[in-house]
């Protein structure tokens, strides 16, 4: 590990400590929060689908996002088959469908109100966003693949997005800013 210089003043930085297990860099990733994103399909007239909170945009021309896909997913070789995906950013009210989609089990789309477009892609009603995609490239990144998705048409919807930080399903609130 590097040295340390502090300069000025003292630090408010703690000193950083290597890697040694997963659950640290999963508490260290909870330190940031991100939007939470169905990523969904209907394929051959079955409804998949599964939630992904690692989601970002990547490019304005052409127009790309992405998210990131586990090695062990069982619905993501299915959703790759698709030949459009929607991609729904979930609505601060929608943490239960949010957790139906990361479950193993059970009807992922109980209760769950969605509309499927001639092509496939298949959308949470309700949501923030809206995005239909198709897969541009996959990426092997460690224990994950990043999926970079090109963005055909978008809608949005009313609601602030939900979000997930500190392992938890939050809100977003104003803050007034200083003048």
């Known amino acids: 590990m590097r040295g340390r210089r502090i300069n000025h003043k003292e630090s408010t930085v703690p000193a950083l400590e290597p890697i040694a297990a997963g659950d640290q860099i999963r508490r260290a990733f909870g330190h940031f929060p991100s939007g939470v994103t169905a990523v969904c399909a209907e394929i051959e007239g079955e409804k998949v689908g599964l939630a992904a909170s690692s989601f970002t945009g990547v490019s304005l021309e052409p127009p790309l996002v992405s998210v990131c896909m586990q090695h062990s997913s069982t619905t993501w070789p299915k959703l790759r088959l698709?030949?459009?995906?929607?991609?729904s950013v979930l609505a601060e009210w929608q943490d239960a469908i949010c957790g139906r989609l990361a479950s193993k089990h059970g009807d992922r789309f109980a209760g769950t109100d969605v509309t499927v477009e001639n092509d496939?892609?298949?959308?949470?009603?309700?949501?923030?966003?809206?995005?239909?995609?198709?897969?541009?490239?996959e990426l092997p990144c460690g224990d994950h693949d990043i999926v970079v998705l090109e963005v055909h048409g978008t809608g949005t919807g009313e609601d602030s997005p939900l979000v997930f930080h500190g392992s938890q399903f939050r809100r977003l609130a104003e803050v007034e800013a200083a003048l």
Not at 82 to 87: D, I, P, S
Not at 120 to 137: E, K, M, N, P, V
């Open 120 to 137: 496939g892609s298949l959308f949470i009603d309700g949501a923030s966003l809206w995005l239909d995609c198709t897969i541009y490239a």
């Open 82 to 87: 698709a030949t459009r995906l929607g991609l």
